[in-house]
Nanobody, 126 residues
Framework: QVQLVESGGGLVQAGGSLRLSCAASESTFSLYGMGWFRQAPGKEREFVAALNWSGGRTLYADSVKGRFTISRDNAKNTVDLHMNSLKPEDTAVYYC???????????????????WGQGTQVTVSS
């Protein structure tokens, strides 16, 4: 069972930047594909970004492409989400998730992710 803990959320002005980090408890962290999702009030949880075990293959939602970067450090069991040029519509609770089947190919499907963190709030003011 992988336990995931997110950190780094907060309040930022539009145009600003934040870095979210997710720490995993599992020593076999490098075997998992990892992803970030977000959920705004009254909306479904949506895909943001994902990467495979090495970080060599990445996926991004169109809404964040060019502004967000996902990365991982397998030695530290962490995955980060670097968010630049933030917009008010990026306001949401951001969740880190682990995919047992995502070793080689990352997925944008929420159903593929078996383990989830508790979420961290990101608020972007206009």
């Amino acid at each position: 069972q992988v336990q995931l803990v997110e950190s780094g959320g907060g309040l930022v002005q539009a145009g600003g930047s934040l870095r979210l980090s997710c720490a995993a408890s599992e020593s076999t962290f490098s075997l998992y594909g990892m992803g970030w999702f977000r959920q705004a009030p009254g909306k479904e949880r949506e895909f943001v970004a994902a990467l495979n075990w090495s970080g060599g293959r990445t996926l991004y939602a169109d809404s964040v492409k060019g502004r967000f970067t996902i990365s991982r450090d397998n030695a530290k069991n962490t995955v980060d989400l670097h968010m630049n040029s933030l917009k008010p519509e990026d306001t949401a609770v951001y969740y880190c998730a682990a995919d047992r089947e995502g070793f080689s190919t990352p997925s944008l499907l929420r159903s593929r992710y078996h383990y989830w963190g508790q979420g961290t709030q990101v608020t972007v003011s206009s």
